[in-house]
């Protein structure tokens, strides 16, 4: 076992060697040597790929720490995966931060935390035991904060980084809560005999434990109403708001995958992950679609995408949610990093003509299209492939209702036949994609996570109550146009824009406002 546990420390090990070079001279560093972090972020990649590989070759193993057996690492399909994303886009973000903060003054500062940063995640993502994971998100939140302040001369900043250690802190205090319950009910911290011991089900003490552990990943999700500290990162760098997506603003969902085992265990914790998941989703999404910054709108869509991400673990859809995390990373990491060249290229294409408003027919038409087009489908892929979960046919439905709105602007009357024609196509497209690549997830990680559980009275109650929430939002969204103009909209829009006041509250709290008056 030897071996393995070298390969699996020695990424994280490579980055904190890199780290403590930069913290001999924090100041600016001629451009050659500044090559050192992104070939330190290769490095983890490479040693990354390397645990893939032995992972094919010896498969999953737990490995415990000699003289401190609640010292453990986890090298399985899904750690793999996360240990891999993680570098990869650490590496990414790494190559792009070089010259981006060229000639800074604090550059090595900079280089050293983002990969002390890194390293944690790595750890986080490795990690088989309550005292690992505690120590990796210890670690994020202190180099994050550093992060945050790299301009703490800006009163937005520090207020910002405030913010952040407020319900970060909060989630580690719950996280330590968690540990001592377990601990004091299941005499171990190690996950698999925590997951081991909830087959039989869950005392007393393991409720309290698993409500801990939710209410952690909740805050470490920037989930409603704690979700204000996400929308203020752009204060740092861009590169830290891309290194978030690699394992930082996600790294609730990894905890609940990790332990889904014993969160499927509790019926009533599914439903409380479905209902705070399925509102973050919606309120963020909402307030994005009335965001005129590029960053900030990339933020609310975070915020709505791990509501949704936590409604997928409440359904039980866990190789669904694992994917969600991959897929939402890479593309969001993309987004940041290229946000600034995407508003130039917009800027130099010429404006487009009139868009296309569809009436009530046309939207209500465009949904019952989408629904019998994912209907179709669906049909398809059981009849070929197998029954699949009422959660896995829930959530196809509310993808749908996505593109539902596409759809409808290909039916209005102002629309050309070939957007009518691609529109629909789309709706097909997102069905196939759908359960592709729920076919794709299942192979890869399906061996190591729970399948649903056969909906109850409960859990059909959550499902149709997801069904109905999303169905009449998407159902709003597509009609908006038409009375988007009217007085009363200009000042709810504002009230959105604002995220309905939630995060002023938060600074009034906190005292942030305060603070940056008398600054």
């Known amino acids: 076992m030897l071996p393995v546990l070298t390969i699996l420390l020695l990424a994280p090990l490579a980055l904190m060697t890199a780290a403590g070079v930069y913290a001999l ?31 094919l070759d010896r498969g999953p193993v737990t490995l415990e720490a000699p003289f401190a057996t609640w010292l453990a690492l986890r090298l399985d399909s899904v750690s793999a995966t996360m240990m891999l994303l993680v570098a990869f886009i650490g590496w990414v973000v790494m190559r792009y931060a070089r010259p981006y903060l060229d ?9 050293g935390l983002m990969l002390v940063t890194l390293a944690a995640v790595l750890l986080l993502a490795l990690a088989g035991s309550f005292a690992v994971l505690v120590t990796a998100f210890g670690l994020i939140g202190l180099s994050l904060r550093a992060l945050l302040l790299f301009y703490g001369n800006r009163p937005e900043a520090r207020r910002a980084a405030n913010k952040f250690t407020l319900v970060w802190g909060l989630g580690d205090a719950a996280l330590i809560g968690a540990a001592c319950v377990f601990w004091l009910d299941q005499g171990s911290l190690n996950f698999t005999d925590i997951t081991a011991s909830a087959h039989d089900g869950l005392s007393f003490a393991g409720k309290t434990g698993l409500a ?8 470490k999700t920037a989930t409603f109403p704690m979700h204000g500290w996400l929308t203020e990162v752009m204060e740092a760098p861009t590169p830290v708001s891309a290194l978030l997506h690699a394992g930082i603003i996600n790294s ?11 969160v499927q265990a509790s019926p009533g914790s599914m439903a409380a992950l479905v209902m705070i998941g399925g509102l973050t989703a919606l309120f963020g999404a909402v307030v994005m679609l009335t965001q005129s910054a590029v960053k900030t709108a990339l933020a ?8 949704f991400m936590l409604l997928q673990c409440g359904l039980g859809l866990w190789t669904l949610a694992l994917l969600h995390i991959v897929a939402h990373s890479l593309y969001k990491a993309h987004a940041f990093l290229s946000s600034g060249s ?23 038409r465009a949904f019952a299209i989408a629904l019998v087009l994912y209907a179709i489908v669906a049909s398809g892929f059981i009849a070929l492939i197998g029954p699949k979960s009422e959660q896995a046919l829930a959530l196809g439905v509310i993808l749908v209702f996505g593109v539902a709105y596409l759809v409808a602007q290909g039916l209005a009357d102002a629309a050309p036949a070939a957007l009518t024609q691609r529109t629909t196509l789309a709706s097909v497209a997102t069905a196939l994609g759908y359960f592709t690549f729920q076919l794709i997830a299942g192979g890869l ?5 729970p399948a ?64 940056q008056k008398t600054t």
């Open 25 to 55: 001279r924090p100041g600016g560093w001629p451009q050659r040597r500044s090559h050192l972090s992104e070939g330190a972020a290769l490095v983890a990649v490479l040693f990354a790929v390397a645990a893939v590989l032995m992972l």
């Open 103 to 111: 000639g800074e003054p604090r550059e090595a500062a900079f280089h």
């Open 212 to 219: 801990l552990l939710i209410l952690a990943a909740v805050l």
């Open 252 to 262: 609730g969902g990894i905890v609940l995958i990790r332990m889904a085992e014993v």
């Open 300 to 307: 609310w869509s975070t915020i709505s995408q791990m509501g």
């Open 342 to 364: 995407a508003v130039q290229l917009v800027a130099a294409v010429r404006k487009p003509g009139p868009v296309a408003v569809p009436d009530l027919k046309a939207v209500a």
């Open 445 to 449: 990680w399906g061996a190591q996570l």
């Open 452 to 515: 649903p559980p056969a909906p109850g009275a409960l859990e059909w109650a959550m499902i149709v109550l997801a069904l109905v929430s999303f169905g009449l939002v998407a159902f709003a969204q597509s009609l908006f146009p038409l009375w988007a103009h009217h007085p009363s909209m200009a000042g709810l829009r504002v009230h959105i824009a604002n995220g309905l006041y939630l995060n002023t509250l938060l600074d009034r709290l906190i005292g942030g406002l305060r603070a």
